[in-house]
Nanobody, 123 residues
Framework: VQLQASGGGLVQAGGSLRLSCAAS????????MGWFRQAPGKEREIVAT????????YYPDSVKGRFTISRDNAKNTVYLQMNSLNPEDTALYYC?????????????????WGQGTLVTVSS
């Protein structure tokens, strides 16, 4: 599975961005998908994950109510809608895929990774 993340950019605090993760090489309809981010000097952290059928999602408290993950299996694409962005959201954002019976929140549990897309939020 190859994953290609896109949609990052520079946005002012309070603004919105929509990230996309397009998969190729294999359908990801059977995979749980996650979005992670990594800021300079910090560990990679989960920001959202969605089950293979879209019925279950998970968000950490830091983004709950502001970020929404969704997927379109027909397009082999996963999205991350980010609203009310603040400078603390500045990071390189990655999409990832794993096949398992439950949602995972640790990076080590994911098998496939995209290259990352940079999100910069100015104050």
């Amino acid at each position: 599975v190859q994953l290609q993340a896109s949609g990052g950019g520079l946005v002012q605090a309070g603004g919105s961005l929509r990230l996309s993760c397009a998969a190729s090489g294999r359908t990801v309809s059977g995979y749980n998908m996650g979005w992670f981010r990594q800021a300079p000097g910090k560990e990679r952290e989960i920001v959202a994950t969605i089950s293979w059928n879209g019925r279950m999602t998970y968000y950490p408290d830091s983004v709950k109510g502001r970020f929404t993950i969704s997927r379109d299996n027909a397009k082999n694409t996963v999205y991350l809608q980010m609203n009310s962005l603040n400078p603390e959201d500045t990071a390189l954002y990655y999409c990832a895929a794993e096949m398992g019976p439950i949602l995972h929140t640790k990076a080590a549990d994911y098998d496939y990774w995209g290259q990352g897309t940079l999100v910069t939020v100015s104050s």
